[in-house]
């Protein structure tokens, strides 16, 4: 089975700036995905970010990046130029690319506040 | 297009009551997923449906839980005798065909068993 950390259950950052969200994972598999989800007070889980685990180039969408390294088992989100609607709660998630219909395991989550 | 939707968007009951929570997925995706959001337990699997069939039940976590699919498109989640434990967020999700595809949210049901 597979298992997701994130170890900082909250964080901050000033407007503009630059924040970073860890994520570990465990899996004894070789191909899965991974994936930053954002969720605001709306309760809508909103994509960010996917990575593949077979390729070697980090994902980038915007403003959003990840720093992942496969052998560590780490995944993490780095958020420039943070804005106010980057304030919520942010879920890192395994999916395996075995077969059919995987679910999503999630991490706890880490919730991120924006300042102005 | 239209995203995932879920109803409805909030729902009181009473300890013992059935509920039922729908989930209408993104057209054309075969493949539809429920997770349940609770406090204590974070976000969990609970059940996955290609087509209208449920390969993947290990997440339902009693009997008291069960959902269908019709018609491959409408999900009905239905939790029986619901218990207080049962409160959480009901979050459905699909995907296009299932293997590989990224999975997409609908704004969820708050369940609040009183």
Request: charged share 20%.
């Amino acid at each position: 089975a597979q298992t997701v950390t994130q170890s900082q259950p909250e964080m901050s950052v000033q407007e503009a700036e630059t924040v970073t969200l860890s994520c570990t994972y465990d899996t004894s598999e070789n191909n899965y995905y991974l994936f930053w989800y954002k969720q605001p007070p709306s309760r809508q889980m909103i994509l960010v970010i996917r990575q593949e685990a077979y390729k070697q180039q980090n994902a980038t969408e915007n403003r959003f990046s990840v720093n992942f390294q496969k052998a560590a088992k780490s995944f993490s989100l780095k958020i420039s130029d943070s804005q106010l609607g980057d304030t919520a709660m942010y879920f890192c998630a395994f999916m395996n690319r075995g077969s059919a219909g995987n679910m999503l395991t999630f991490g706890g989550g880490t919730r991120l506040m924006v300042k102005p | 297009g239209a995203g995932v939707s879920q109803s409805p968007s909030n729902k009181v009951t009473e300890k013992g009551k059935d509920v039922e929570l729908r989930c209408d997925p993104i057209s054309g995706h075969t493949a539809l997923y429920w997770y349940r959001q609770s406090l204590g337990q974070g976000l969990e699997f609970l059940i996955y449906f290609q087509g209208n069939s449920a390969p993947d039940k290990s997440g339902l976590p009693s009997d008291r839980f069960s959902a269908e699919r019709t018609g491959g498109s409408v999900s009905t989640l239905t939790i029986q005798r619901t218990q207080q434990e049962d409160s959480a967020v009901y979050l459905c999700a699909s995907s296009l065909f299932g293997n590989q595809e990224t999975q997409y949210f609908g704004p969820g049901t708050r369940l609040l068993v009183l």
